[in-house]
C-alpha cells in the first residue's frame, strides 16, 4: 500500500511540474495561460526591453535574424546578449529605417558578431548613428541591400515578406514592414510605420496573430481599419518607462482591448521571449541588461 501511495505521489509531482513548464504568466495582468508545445525546434521571437527604441531577434534552429538594434547607447550591451544565448551569426538583419533609436546599436553588432547582409532604405542621414553604421559596414564588408517590395527570403520552414518599404523624406514612412509566416503562425513587424503606411498595405494578408505594434504605440500608428485586419491575438509594444512622448498612447491601446487583444509591453515585463512549434504560442518574460539609456546621439 505505501509503495502504491508512493507512486501516486511522485505521478502527481510529475504532472504538476509539467504543467508549470507548459503555462505563460501575464506579467501584465498576473492570469496564467496554459500552452502546450510540441517537443521539437522551436521558433523564438526576442523582443528586447532596449527603452524607447527597438531590436528584436528571430531564432530558428541555427538562424539568427535581427530587426533593428535599438540606439547606440544599446548597442554594446546588446551585442553581448546576442553572443551569451549562442549567437554567433546573423543570416539576415534589417534596419527598418534611418532613426538612432533603430539602427543606433547596429554598428555595434556589426563589429562584435559576423552579419551576412542588412537590408535598410534607400536613404541617407546626416547624423552620426547612421554614419557609424555606415563606416562598420564598409570596415566589416557587410553588404547594405534595398529591399523590394513583396520581395520574400525564404528559411526552411520560414518565410519572411517586405510587406513595404518607403522613399518618403519622412523616415517613418520608410519603415520595412516584415511579416513573418511559420507554419501556421503569422507576426507582422511594423517598425515606426505611420496610419499613411498602414492604408498603403491595407489590401495585402496582414492577418497575424502577433502584431509587433508600430512606432511603440504612437497615436500616429495603429489605426483602427488595420488593427481589425490583423485582428492580432498578441500585441507587443517596444516602449521606454516614463518616457517624454506618452508611448504607447491611450487610443491606441482602447483600439487593441476593444479587439480583445492581449497586450505586452516592455516596459512593464522586460524583455518579452516568444516560443512556438507553429501552432501554439507561448510567453515568458526575461531581465535582460541591454536598455543602455535612451539617449540619443
Known amino acids: ?14 504532472c504538476a511540474v509539467g504543467y508549470v513548464f507548459l503555462t505563460s504568466i501575464d506579467s501584465n495582468t498576473g492570469d496564467i495561460e496554459e500552452v502546450v508545445l510540441k517537443d521539437e525546434e522551436l521558433l523564438e521571437i526576442y523582443y528586447f526591453d532596449v527603452g524607447e527604441a527597438d531590436s528584436t531577434l528571430i531564432r530558428y534552429k541555427n538562424h539568427n535574424i535581427l530587426i533593428d538594434a535599438g540606439n547606440t547607447i544599446d548597442g554594446k550591451k546588446l551585442s553581448k546578449y546576442l553572443k551569451s544565448i549562442g549567437v554567433t551569426n546573423i543570416e539576415l538583419a534589417f534596419a527598418t529605417h534611418a ?39 564598409k570596415e566589416k564588408n557587410v553588404p547594405i541591400k534595398v529591399p523590394q517590395i513583396d520581395q520574400e527570403f525564404n528559411i526552411e520552414d520560414l518565410n519572411i515578406k517586405v510587406l513595404w518599404v518607403g522613399k518618403s523624406e519622412d523616415y517613418n514612412e520608410n519603415s520595412i514592414v516584415l511579416k ?29 496573430d502577433v502584431l509587433k505594434v508600430g512606432h511603440h504605440g504612437s497615436k500616429n500608428s495603429s489605426s483602427a481599419n488595420f488593427l481589425y485586419k490583423v485582428e492580432p491575438k498578441y500585441a507587443i509594444i517596444s516602449v521606454g518607462k516614463d518616457n517624454e512622448y506618452g508611448h504607447p498612447h491611450d487610443i491606441v491601446l482602447e483600439k487593441l482591448e476593444k479587439l480583445n487583444t492581449t497586450i505586452y509591453r516592455t516596459d512593464l515585463s522586460h524583455t518579452i521571449r516568444l516560443k512556438s512549434d507553429g501552432e501554439g504560442i507561448k510567453f515568458d518574460f526575461i531581465k535582460t541588461d541591454v536598455n543602455g539609456g535612451d539617449l540619443r546621439d
Open 1 to 14: 500500500m505505501r509503495k502504491i501511495l508512493r507512486r501516486l505521489f511522485f505521478i502527481f509531482i510529475v
Open 99 to 137: 532613426h538612432e533609436d533603430h539602427i543606433g546599436g547596429m554598428q555595434w553588432i556589426v563589429y562584435k558578431i559576423p552579419v551576412d547582409v542588412i537590408y535598410m532604405p534607400e536613404h541617407f542621414a546626416e547624423w552620426k548613428s547612421y554614419q557609424n553604421l555606415m563606416n562598420s559596414t
Open 180 to 208: 513573418l509566416n511559420y507554419k501556421n503562425t503569422n507576426y507582422l513587424f511594423m517598425g515606426d510605420a505611420t496610419n499613411d503606411v498602414e492604408l498603403q498595405i491595407l489590401d495585402k494578408d496582414i492577418k497575424s
